[in-house]
Every structure is written in C-alpha cells, then in structure tokens.
C-alpha cells in the first residue's frame, strides 16, 4: 500500500529533524497544522441542482509570516492532499526566504463535468464560507489547479462585498485589472529556468546542445519549453495528458503552444485523430508518444510539469535524464527518489525548482500592500536574484552536508522555520 501525500512530506521532515539535530518539541511544530478548516459549501448547480460540496483550507505554520497557498478545485482534493500541499508550501516560502508561512485549500469536485457558471458559484460560495479565515495579513490564497485568475477575481469580488472595501491583497494570482502582477504567469517556469542554468554553469559552465523533455504542457510546462528553447537548449519531447510528441531532431514550442491552443492535441502537430503524416514524421526524426513516455525518453533533463507521483518506483530505473528539474508539486515517489539516487541522477526538487510562483504572488503582494506597480523587467530582475540565492544556499549546505538536494532543501526550509519559531518563543 502506497503512501499518502502526508506520510511523503513526514519522511521528507525525518530526514529534515536528523541532518539539524532538532528536539521532539522543535519538530513537533512541523507534524501538524496550526489550524484545519473544514466546512460544507452549499451551491445551486444548474444541472445538478442542490449540492454540498467538502471544501478545506490549511494553515500549516505562520512562524515566518501570514499563511499563504493555493486553492484547488479537484475531485481528489481531500484533506490529506490538502494538509501535504499546506505543509509543502511553508518548507518552500522559506527556501525562497519569502516572508510567508505555508496554507492550502481545497473543493472536492471536478470543475471539467461544469459549467463557467456553476464554477463561479463554487468560487463565491467557497469565498464566503472562508471570508473569516482570509485576510491581507493572515492567510493570502492564491490560484492552484483548475483554478486560475478568473476565479481568484470572482473570489476576491466576493470577500470584498464581504468587508465592504477594497483589499486587493487578500488574493494574488488575479488579473492585472484587479491588482494582478506583471510576470506572474510565467513566474513558475522562469524561476525554473533561472535554477537550472545556475546548475548547469555550477556543474558544466561549458555544456551546450542539452536536450530537454517536458511532461505537461500547461502553464508551468509550456513556458518552461519556450524560456529553455530561446536559451538554447533543444526540446525533445512534449506531452500531456493526452499524448505528445518526441523529436531527436528538436520541437518548436512555440508551435507546440500554437497546436494545443487550437486543437487541444499535441499529436496534432503531425497528425489528424488516427491518421498520422509519416512523411513528416520521419523528416523531423520524431514519433508520437503517451505522456508516461517522457518519462522514460532519451533527454539529458527531464521537467516532470504535470501531476504528482509520475516518477515512480516501476519506471525510475528506466529514467535516462541526468538531472531531474520538478516543476510540478511532489513529481517523484519516496522510493523512486532512491531508485535515482543510486543511478547518479540529479534530482531539482519541487520546493526550490517551481518556488518562482509563490516568490511572485510576494511580488503581487507587496505592490498590492503599496499600491505601485512594476513592470514585467521589474518583476524579472527582482525574481532572478532570489532564485538564484536560494540554489546557491542549498548546493552550498548539499555538499557541507553530503546530502542531496531534496534532502537539503528540506532541511533548509524546516531550519529557518524553527529559527522564526524560536525567536517567537514559541519552542
């Protein structure tokens, strides 16, 4: 039996409390949340009618300032994957050395089986419940999967109509109309790609022509494809969920993005439903692949960008990368994580690798909080600097320690929230 995502992050924390020597009282405050809110959200579905749907939020620690994560709309969103998403988000605010805590919520349903208007009603309805829970300075949500800036909007509409005044702040990941920050919705893929060539220079300054295969080609994937391919790597593979396509000869993002925009099919770049060009095919050295493939496909980095738990222990020893960047939340299994230890492979961790999102819903934040706004250069040059210092302190505290990267990025993240604890006199 399989562990859930709590049991994960607990492992992950055991590591974390050996390599800092920290008492049972100290790691204690990283066992559990502070608070979990539970609640029952009654909406009028236009075709389902009446429903109650089970919504959470979070709030996993606050030693180091307001809680802050996203909210998610899925039918799986339980209060175990909610609690280890919550306590996820507080380890990377720290390793970003963001002035956040750590939060995230969640409504069990599936948003794909609904419409744009029963979708606003859960939003509303999820704000109200949760309006007393929110706040500028308690608990800043923000968007998580299948939510995205429209909803953050209507949210915030309604936790507005709540307090009766304007709080922009309360909520990041908007439109820019509503308080939205430039350079947020490539933020994840950029602070990913800020890390990655830190790493590359750190290891191989020199090394050219890396290939590069992307699992997952919404936001976080298909910019990351494009920021990697403008840089100069090549990419071969791309995939979602509905297949993909790997090319030794190298993909053009850019029409990867243009074909999935408008057929919703990657494979479409060579193919109509069953029937493929093989002429073309075999011109571009590529062949149609299941999104599992990328996994597995010939690539010296791999950026797993979709769903957790894709790397596991059946496919890990066929993983043929040798540097892992996880732009999605918790990509790779406990026990594939020593499956690739062993086979020398690197392994980015999510908490450093896709911290450039919660680093720019800081961004929002704070321009909220002083109502001046920066350009989309501005938000870069503030987001590079921190990306790179927070890889710069993990590989300096890998090798003091001989650990790997997860292992140390923990270790840091959990450091510096014990550091806040103890000045706070709360240990």
Known sequence: MKNTPFQN?????????????LSKEESNILREPENIIEKKIKVELEEEGSKELNAYRVQ????RGPYKGGIRFHQDADINEVKALAAVM??????????????KGGVQFNPKHMSK???EKVSRAFANAFADDIGVDKDIPAPDVYTNSSVMAIMLDEYEKIVNKSEPGVITGKPIELGGSLGRENATAQGGAYVLQEFIDTIHPKKKDLTVA????????????????????TIVAVADSKGGVYS??????????KVKHEKDDLTHMYCEGTVCDLEKLERDGAKIIKNEDVITCECDILIPAALDEQIHKDNAKDVKAKVILELANGPTT?????????????????????????????????QNRNGFYWS?????????????????????????????LRDTAFALGVDRIIQATRHRGRV
Not at 60 to 63: E, I, L, R, S
Not at 337 to 364: C, H, M, Q, R
């Open 9 to 21: 992050y607990l492992l992950n924390l055991e590591k974390a409390v050996s390599v800092l020597g």
């Open 60 to 63: 996993f620690n606050n030693a």
């Open 334 to 366: 406990p026990e594939a994580d020593e499956i690739l230890k062993e086979k020398g492979i690197t392994i980015i961790p999510d908490i450093l690798a896709n911290a450039g999102g919660v680093t720019a819903s800081y961004f929002e934040w704070t």
């Open 248 to 257: 030794s000869n190298g993909i053009d993002p850019e029409h990867a993005v």
């Open 117 to 119: 208007r029963d979708i």
């Open 376 to 404: 989309e250069e501005e938000v870069q040059k503030k987001l590079k600097p921190i990306m790179i210092k927070a890889f710069t302190d993990i590989w300096k505290m890998s090798k003091e320690k001989n650990i790997p």
């Open 90 to 103: 507080a380890i990377k605010c720290a390793v970003a050395d963001i002035p956040f805590g750590g939060a």
């Open 214 to 233: 992307v699992q997952g080609f919404g936001n976080a994937g298909s910019n990351i494809a494009k920021i990697l391919h403008y840089m100069g790597y």
